[in-house]
């Protein structure tokens, strides 16, 4: 899997960088290298919804069915982020999403000690808003887009009723 880097665009192999990579990687034995893999993944999936939230807001008073589409798509992402938060929970032997996200501040601590930065900048930069809050915002729109889902298959269902059950 491709090491995922939010810090440089540059993917020239610097003794530098190389140096930052063995720091961060090497002290993890091979279960904390998967949960790591699977934290890099949870912080893409975060960062496409930030992304889509923000394609929504600037939609919004343009195009009103563009803007449901992208608030639709960051609830879709919302759904596969929680799906890799709680695997990287599992991986780390976590009872709950709290203790799952202090094994994920934890590693992100590691990450900023080595300089190898895992997460986008926006999850580190305001000190008002914490990993605990960042996972309840995405498991609230995470339920969302469940909701929409079933609101979805709801209206097909009752679709389908109408024409005499066919499919």
């Known amino acids: 899997m491709k090491q995922l880097d939010f810090s440089s665009v540059d993917f020239v192999r610097t003794a530098e960088r190389e140096k930052r990579h063995d720091a961060f990687w090497g ?16 912080f893409v999936f975060a960062e496409e919804v930030c992304w889509h939230l923000a ?6 008073a343009s195009d009103d069915e563009k803007a449901m ?5 960051a609830q879709m992402y919302s759904k596969a982020a929680m799906e890799k938060f709680r695997l990287f929970g599992r991986l780390t032997g976590s009872r709950d999403d709290a203790e799952a996200a202090g094994h994920l501040d ?9 300089r190898w930065q895992i ?16 996972i309840g915002q995405l498991a609230i729109h995470a339920g ?21 059950g066919a499919r």
Request: hydrophobic share 40%.
């Open 69 to 73: 589409e992208a608030f639709i798509r």
């Open 119 to 134: 997460y986008p900048l926006w999850w580190t930069n305001n000190p008002a808003k914490n990993t605990a809050c960042f």
């Open 27 to 42: 002290p993890l034995d091979e279960s904390h290298r998967i949960a790591a893999r699977v934290a890099c993944e949870f």
């Open 55 to 60: 394609q929504q807001r600037r939609l919004a």
């Open 144 to 164: 969302q887009y469940v909701q929409y889902l079933a609101m979805r298959r709801n209206a097909a269902e009752a679709k389908a009723k109408g024409k005499g």
């Open 106 to 114: 934890r590693l992100i601590a590691h990450a900023r000690n080595t």
